[in-house]
């Protein structure tokens, strides 16, 4: 129900719907862009093109399934787009060997921020407090096994340990999540 | 017993940062059941699933936001004057043709002026930096030359270049800048460039800074043939061997950093390093052996000498050097220093 709300409100020019779906999703969009163009800047630009579109062509726009689908879809669309075209650009003069474009299972990662935040962040919390420093040391600040072991003074081989232990738990967290997810956009 | 340390191996794993008999081992791990599978599959999801949330924050959706806002309110004010510009296009159509006519009528006249040309040449280990009649400025780095006109033609600004220039354009929209490499040359109407055209290293380079810049071969005049437009960023470049052209996204500031006098390498192969060295220290450098080529380095110049650069490379890198005498030529001047880079044996 709020969901057709918020489509609702795209397709008739609500800047207040429309501010907050764009805010809401923003992030995670350009995200999911740059895992397929490579490209930060132009992932910006792909995902706000979309919204200005979504807001100028909004009568000729038809949102079948979720926003989300819908979004992600589009951005999906439009990355590949953009690939093919830097392709194009430089094919008549280069001939390099052709690569298919592999984009796996990209729709798992069809997440807002908020919502990756929250699985994460509920999942961490079950772990205890030094595994979980360890973990974001390890995984969000981006240091070296070696270097969170120098920090906190224990054994490189403790800090591996730990790092595992936080994964599995995530995984088992995550398992719950996603694969429903993925069953959804992949049915539709 | 064997379940806990697979699990311990699993990071590493998707990390890419085991051995290869590690691995072996959680392959067959992986392999061994369903449920194996399932559980791999579910750890690099959740790995995925961290990266992915670290992505997201380097986006600010504020900003972005108050970007389209500012997008949509010039879209209401442009569709005002959407039926006005289709008039417009009418009336202007005439008055191009018109304009053109004329040019091509000018061209004819000058067809031949007579125009004294100039070659400034930059002999090795030297660079030089000054201003074209144009008020363009230009600097050129070693074993350089550029000819120009002392007075330029009224429908375009040429210039030929052999070796390496930087380019800052002055803009002036309606004479383009036209730079004359041979093979690959380049249209510009204001912008900053940078041009590496030596004859010897069989190999063209074009890195754009800033502004817009239309590659073509030909004669710009007569017989011009687009190839591409680069963006800021881009450099294209391509080897006498070979009739392609490569476009691809660069750090500009390496390409450039000679004008300040720096010898820049970032994450460079060894015979791109190599290439640079022999230009700025005009000296031939051997490199012995096919593993140095994937040897890749970084390192910032300035008023290293080249046996202190060498020393430099030795630290960082697993070579040896050796410094060949220089011989005395006939005309009793010195031959070129010669050095020979290897692998050091272990």
């Known amino acids: 129900?709020?969901?057709?709300?918020?489509?609702?409100?795209?397709?008739?020019?609500?800047?207040?719907?429309?501010?907050?779906?764009?805010?809401?999703?923003?992030?995670?969009?350009?995200?999911?862009?740059?895992?397929?163009?490579?490209?930060?800047?132009?992932?910006?630009?792909?995902?706000?093109?979309?919204?200005?579109?979504?807001?100028?062509?909004?009568?000729?726009?038809?949102?079948?399934?979720?926003?989300?689908?819908?979004?992600?879809?589009?951005?999906?669309?439009?990355s590949i787009d953009y690939i093919k075209s830097e392709q194009r650009k430089t094919k008549k003069l280069i001939h390099l060997t052709e690569e298919p474009l592999q984009y796996e299972n990209l729709s798992s990662l069809w997440f807002a921020e908020?919502?990756?935040?929250?699985?994460?962040?509920?999942?961490?919390?079950?772990?205890?407090?030094?595994?979980?420093?360890?973990?974001?040391?390890?995984?969000?600040?981006?240091?070296?096994?070696?270097?969170?072991?120098?920090?906190?003074?224990?054994?490189?081989?403790?800090?591996?340990?730990?790092?595992?232990?936080?994964?599995?738990?995530?995984?088992?967290?995550?398992?719950?999540?996603?694969?429903?997810n993925l069953l959804m956009f992949l049915l539709k | 017993m064997i379940d806990k340390p697979i699990e311990e191996l699993l990071p590493s794993w998707i990390e890419g940062t085991l051995n290869p008999e590690?691995?072996?081992?959680?392959?067959?791990?992986?392999?061994?059941?369903?449920?194996?599978?399932?559980?791999?599959?579910?750890?690099?999801?959740?790995?995925?699933?961290?990266?992915?949330?670290?992505?997201?924050?380097?986006?600010?959706?504020?900003?972005?936001?108050?970007r389209v806002n500012s997008k949509i309110t010039a879209q209401k004010k442009n569709r005002i004057f959407?039926?006005?510009?289709?008039?417009?296009?009418?009336?202007?159509?005439?008055?191009?043709?018109?304009?053109?006519?004329?040019?091509?009528?000018?061209?004819?006249?000058?067809?031949?002026?007579?125009?004294?040309?100039h070659t400034l040449e930059i002999p090795a280990g030297m660079r030089s930096e000054f201003y074209l009649p144009d008020s363009t400025k230009v600097y050129l780095n070693s074993k350089s030359s550029l000819s120009y006109p002392l007075v330029f033609r009224d429908n375009m600004r040429e210039v030929k270049l052999s070796g390496e220039a930087y380019f800052e354009?002055?803009?002036?929209?309606?004479?383009?800048?036209?730079?004359?490499?041979?093979?690959?040359?380049?249209?510009?109407?204001?912008?900053?460039?940078?041009?590496?055209?030596?004859?010897?290293?069989?190999?063209?380079?074009?890195?754009?800074?800033?502004?817009?810049?239309?590659?073509?071969?030909?004669?710009?005049?007569?017989?011009?043939?687009?190839?591409?437009?680069?963006?800021?960023?881009?450099?294209?470049?391509?080897?006498?061997?070979n009739k392609n052209l490569v476009v691809e996204q660069v750090n500009p500031e390496k390409y450039i950093a000679w004008k300040a006098g720096m010898l820049l390498f970032r994450e460079d192969p060894m015979p791109e390093v190599v290439r640079r060295l022999n230009r700025w220290y005009n000296v031939d450098i051997q490199l012995e052996g096919p593993e140095l080529k994937d040897w890749n380095y970084t390192a910032t110049f300035e008023d290293e000498s080249l046996t202190q650069v060498l020393e430099l490379l030795k630290i960082s890198a697993p070579i040896e050097y050796t410094i060949k005498q220089r011989e005395v030529k006939t005309d009793k001047t010195f031959s070129k220093m010669e050095i020979i880079i290897r692998q050091k044996n272990r």
């Open chain 2, 22 to 66: 590690e691995r072996e081992k959680v392959d067959q791990w992986k392999n061994a059941s369903e449920e194996n599978r399932q559980i791999f599959a579910g750890l690099h999801r959740a790995w995925e699933g961290i990266r992915q949330l670290k992505r997201m924050k380097h986006y600010d959706a504020e900003k972005a936001l108050i």
């Open chain 2, 169 to 241: 354009v002055a803009e002036n929209k309606e004479v383009p800048f036209v730079v004359n490499n041979g093979r690959i040359n380049i249209e510009v109407t204001g912008t900053e460039f940078l041009v590496t055209n030596y004859a010897y290293e069989e190999l063209t380079e074009i890195v754009l800074l800033n502004g817009s810049i239309n590659l073509f071969q030909g004669n710009y005049l007569t017989a011009k043939k687009d190839i591409i437009q680069l963006n800021p960023g881009e450099k294209a470049f391509s080897r006498e061997n």
């Open chain 1, 1 to 78: 129900m709020e969901e057709q709300y918020l489509i609702r409100g795209i397709l008739t020019q609500n800047k207040i719907v429309f501010d907050f779906v764009f805010s809401y999703y923003y992030s995670g969009l350009c995200a999911y862009c740059e895992r397929i163009t490579n490209n930060q800047d132009v992932s910006e630009d792909i995902v706000q093109e979309l919204f200005l579109n979504l807001w100028i062509k909004h009568h000729k726009i038809k949102i079948e399934s979720s926003l989300k689908n819908y979004l992600f879809t589009s951005v999906k669309n439009r």
């Open chain 2, 82 to 117: 959407e039926v006005f510009q289709k008039v417009a296009a009418v009336l202007i159509l005439p008055l191009i043709v018109a304009t053109f006519l004329f040019a091509i009528d000018k061209s004819k006249k000058e067809n031949d002026p007579f125009v004294a040309w």
């Open chain 1, 114 to 180: 908020t919502e990756l935040q929250a699985v994460v962040e509920k999942s961490l919390q079950k772990l205890p407090p030094r595994c979980r420093e360890i973990f974001e040391l390890s995984r969000l600040d981006g240091l070296k096994n070696q270097q969170i072991a120098d920090k906190l003074s224990l054994s490189k081989r403790t800090v591996e340990l730990q790092v595992s232990n936080a994964l599995k738990q995530l995984r088992i967290d995550m398992a719950a999540y996603l694969p429903l």
